[in-house]
């Protein structure tokens, strides 16, 4: 019996012990690691250049919205340095509300307008990560690189709601660059990864619509509501993935 419960206290660090010899034997002397990790995302729109007619919308609220991403990733080890190139396929979403007379201004009504994001699109990041914990099965890195992504609008919707105007539609460039910067943190084969993104040019190449609603509007309020709409607008993600690295 003494025997059994001996076995039974020491079958623990036993695994324990193994597994950190059996990681640090597998994966930290590897030259090529792959991975998937999947997770959420969370966005807002930067906003400039921003008019309706000749209103300038100066003050824009980002409402928060849960998107998703996931991807694969193939990792280049030097030592306590990588290399990480990823294929990811995002879902960000977004919506922003502003006030159509562009600020609040005593004897008008506040009349509030907004865009419902929701963005498909296809991302490769290239990053260099460095090791900074690196202890058996313990580990931390941070990263940073430059990233590509292709924006895919047909399966995109963008919903403009208490707009004057009909049938808006909203062109967007399908080549972006942006900028990937974070941390992961690192549990054997099992990681996190908490990151900020954020595209580095407008996004928006323009704004059309077919005519306005058939509303009863003072003279006075006309320039509020007609004209062309300007809009330029560059994605800033907040992402928290788990992940697995093989």
Avoid at 101 to 115: L, M, R, V
């Amino acid at each position: 019996m003494k025997r059994v419960l001996l076995i039974l206290l020491l079958l623990p660090l036993s695994i324990a012990l193994y597994s950190q010899s059996a990681i640090s034997t597998l994966y930290a002397d590897k030259k090529l690691n792959f991975g998937v990790k999947t997770g959420f995302t969370s966005t807002i729109f930067m906003t400039s250049n921003f008019s309706m007619g000749d209103v300038k919308i100066k003050q824009v609220q980002n409402n928060y919205k849960v998107g998703y991403a996931s991807s694969f990733f193939m990792r280049y080890n030097m030592k306590s340095h990588y290399i990480q190139s990823e294929l990811v396929y995002s879902i960000n979403k977004c919506e922003i509300t502003f006030e159509k007379h562009g600020e609040k201004q005593q004897g008008f009504t506040p009349d509030y307008a907004s865009i419902n994001s929701r963005m498909h699109s296809i991302e490769i990041p290239i990053l260099y990560g460095y090791n900074f914990i690196k202890k058996d099965i313990y580990g931390m890195s941070f990263f940073v690189g430059p990233k590509i992504r292709y924006f895919w609008e047909s399966k995109s919707k963008m919903e403009y709601t208490n707009f004057d105007q009909l049938n808006i539609d909203e062109d967007f460039y399908p080549i972006n660059f942006g900028l990937t910067a974070g941390i992961a943190v690192y549990i054997s084969k099992i990681f996190f990864d908490f990151r900020y993104e954020q595209i580095l040019h407008n996004i928006s190449k323009g704004v059309d619509y077919d005519g306005m609603r058939n509303v009863s509007i003072s003279q006075s309020d006309k320039n509020l509501s007609q004209g062309e709409i300007k809009l330029h607008r560059r994605d800033h993600m907040l992402s928290f993935s788990l992940g697995v690295i093989f």
